[in-house]
């Protein structure tokens, strides 16, 4: 359903409205996260860069079964220092465009605001990362892949990189050490020079820098060694992308679909982008609709089955599960994840709910919490990056409060 909700719309300001828009609302590959154009994009990712189908497969769709809905705008949201909000206003904070929200397999909440529909395909950025790391870990299971083994075993190209000698486990945990510039990497901030060379942002006209991801790889420099603390790179999932493709021989739209797309039961197909190379951009390259997003959810939250089957094998799955290693996180993961843990592309909290999470820029969140038995699939718009994670983890945890009081 559409929400009244006080979200800017790019529609309503103007923003690629006509045939052509104004020269000052138009959005281009140079200005697309400029604030201002920012919601544009991320709901248009398709129409900025190259990209290829992530296909849904011929099976029918799956259903998302109603359920008794939650009256969640109106909820309070204890932000944990003395102020009480509606959780509307948490949406409004966390620059929400959607969210759907399912309860023991049924959906209790579903909204969408500004320009955002049922049928509006959003960028997903770094969930992509957990759709790889449940990949890699299939292929872990089968037999394909040896977590302790060098990822140069699989990518000769790799032998005289840094990147080469992390092991599979070490790339999926984000525990491998190497860089791509001098400037050091901020943690909640866009590394510039890396999504340059892939050709997501704009590049100085004298750029003689790598093109594409498989020479960014190549051309990274040592940094320590691996197997130490936490530390969240878009290099290591790129490099299990670079592994995925050549153990398949598949692309990763290909791979993704006969995987895992193909028996969610999906509504729409997927897309991923494409770097300045022809590569799939395997660390935040895809987009969905959001029943889509939700329908991944579920199968997450059961153990790697859903619409019938079993996706992700059941030993993978609690092979994930077990979280990561939490002295390793440390504080790596930032004062927001404090107690946390990474395991496989995903995010772990210990908490309560024994919860966890897919987290992409701008406020992308795939949240399930078994021990409440929820989903939580939200899109979102916040330049903020990580600022407002406590009170979006916040937002979380009351929803799943609110349905575990609701049944108890």
Not at 176 to 186: G, I, L, Q, R, Y
Not at 245 to 253: A, F, H, V
Not at 275 to 286: R, V
């Amino acid at each position: 359903m559409q929400i009244d909700n006080p979200k800017i719309s790019p529609k309503s300001q103007g923003i690629m409205v006509g045939f052509p828009p104004p020269a000052d609302k138009r959005v281009t590959t140079s200005n697309c996260y400029q604030p201002e154009n920012m919601g544009w994009g991320i709901q248009n990712p398709s129409r900025l860069f190259p990209s290829a189908r992530i296909s849904r497969g011929i099976e029918p769709i799956s259903p998302l079964p109603w359920g008794d809905m939650l009256a969640l705008e109106s909820l309070p949201v204890d932000t944990g220092d003395g102020q009480t909000l509606s959780m509307q206003e948490v949406l409004c904070r966390t620059g929400v465009d959607a969210m759907l929200v399912m309860h023991r397999g049924k959906v209790v909440y579903e909204a969408y605001f500004g320009d955002m529909d049922a049928s509006t395909v959003h960028s997903m950025y770094s969930c992509t990362k957990s759709v790889v790391g449940l990949l890699a870990e299939t292929l872990i299971h089968d037999g394909m892949l040896d977590e302790t083994k060098p990822a140069s075993a699989y990518v000769p190209e790799l032998r005289m990189s840094p990147v080469g000698s992390a092991t599979l486990r070490e790339l999926q945990d984000m525990r491998a050490s190497f860089m791509f510039s001098d400037k050091p990497k901020v943690p909640g901030q866009v590394q510039v020079d890396y999504i340059m060379g892939l050709g997501f942002i704009p590049r100085p006209s004298d750029y003689t820098g790598p093109n594409g991801v498989y020479e960014l790889l190549s051309a990274a420099r040592p940094m320590g060694e691996h197997g130490g603390s936490f530390r969240y790179d878009n290099g290591s999932t790129d490099a299990l992308g670079w592994i995925l493709r050549k153990t398949t021989g598949q692309s990763l739209d290909a791979l993704i679909s006969s995987l895992i797309w193909s028996h969610l039961g999906a509504e729409r197909d997927a897309s991923i982008s494409i770097d300045a190379g022809g590569t799939e951009w395997a660390a935040a390259g895809m987009s969905a609709i959001l029943r889509d997003f939700a329908r991944l959810g579920e199968t997450l939250r059961c153990f790697g089955a859903f619409n019938g089957r079993q996706i992700l094998p059941e030993a993978a799955y609690r092979s994930i599960r077990q979280g990561g290693d939490r002295e390793a996180f440390g504080d790596g993961g930032g004062s927001n994840t404090a107690g946390g843990s990474y395991r496989s592309q995903l995010w772990f909290y210990h908490d309560r709910h024994d919860s966890f999470a897919c987290r992409g820029q701008y406020g992308q969140r795939l949240w399930i919490a078994p021990n409440a038995e929820t989903v939580v699939a939200q899109f979102a718009v916040d330049p903020t990056l990580s600022a407002m994670e406590p009170l979006r983890l916040a937002g979380f945890q009351t929803i799943a409060d609110a349905l575990l009081e609701r049944v108890s």
